[in-house]
T-cell receptor, first 116, second 115 residues
Framework: AQSVTQLDSQVPVFEEAPVELRCNYS??????LFWYVQYPNQGLQLLLK??????LVKGINGFEAEFNKSQTSFHLRKPSVHISDTAEYFC??????????????FGKGTKLSVKP | GAVVSQHPSRVICKSGTSVKIECRSL??????MFWYRQFPKQSLMLMAT?????????EQGVEKDKFLINHASLTLSTLTVTSAHPEDSSFYIC???????????FGSGTQLSVL
């Protein structure tokens, strides 16, 4: 079975500072990896995903994540955050053996609070 | 971009009543829809996968007779929580898959509180 661990439930950071949101996963099979963002009163939006190829994945809004197979990590980074990045971020994996990418296993989420 | 509309956003009901949650894909046909549940401070957990015109596939531990899923059209799936109890209070969220690659679009979720 797969599992996803987001080590930080809340991350406060000042505007224009860099940020890293950590995500580790465990799986005995190959997986796809995702980061989703949920702004207040909105649905989840896909930030970026890793399916194969380059381990450094760039997403929307200046975010990027790096897949590290040896450390089973997929940390999300942004070099300079804005107030508008305040949201909850979810890391997720999809078990390739189950076929559909919709069979996602989510972490508990990390609330990013960007302060002026 | 594609939009998934989920209603209601919040519902409070008495124990023993049934609650229906709707999930609509507004500008695309969703071949597959997914229903998730999130308890406080827990992860989103996949409850079931529904394909238009066929029975839903439920995850282990999810009671199919309690959580009725209907996917009658390519743009609408409904989740009915039957005879709701306080332990069913949770955040329910749907997602819709578009096409063979199944890029997923999520609804904004429904907070169910059962008194």
């Amino acid at each position: 079975a797969q599992s996803v661990t987001q080590l930080d439930s809340q991350v406060p950071v000042f505007e224009e500072a860099p940020v890293e949101l950590r995500c580790n996963y465990s799986s005995s099979v190959s997986v796809y990896l995702f980061w989703y963002v949920q702004y207040p009163n909105q649905g989840l939006q896909l930030l970026l995903k890793y399916l194969s190829g380059s381990t450094l994945v760039k997403g929307i809004n200046g975010f990027e994540a790096e897949f590290n197979k040896s450390q089973t990590s997929f940390h999300l980074r942004k070099p300079s955050v804005h107030i508008s990045d305040t949201a909850e971020y979810f890391c997720a994996v999809s078990d390739l053996t189950r076929g559909s990418q919709g069979n996602l296993i989510f972490g508990k989420g990390t609330k990013l609070s960007v302060k002026p | 971009g594609a939009v998934v509309s989920q209603h209601p956003s919040r519902v409070i009901c008495k124990s023993g009543t049934s609650v229906k949650i709707e999930c609509r894909s507004l500008d695309f046909q969703a071949t597959t829809m997914f229903w998730y549940r999130q308890f406080p401070k827990q992860s989103l957990m996949l409850m079931a996968t529904s394909n238009e015109g066929s029975k839903a596939t439920y995850e282990q531990g999810v009671e199919k007779d309690k959580f009725l899923i209907n996917h009658a059209s390519l743009t609408l799936s409904t989740l009915t929580v039957t005879s709701a109890h306080p332990e069913d209070s949770s955040f329910y969220i749907c997602s819709a898959g578009q096409g063979a690659g199944e890029k997923l679009f999520f609804g904004s979720g429904t907070q169910l509180s059962v008194l």
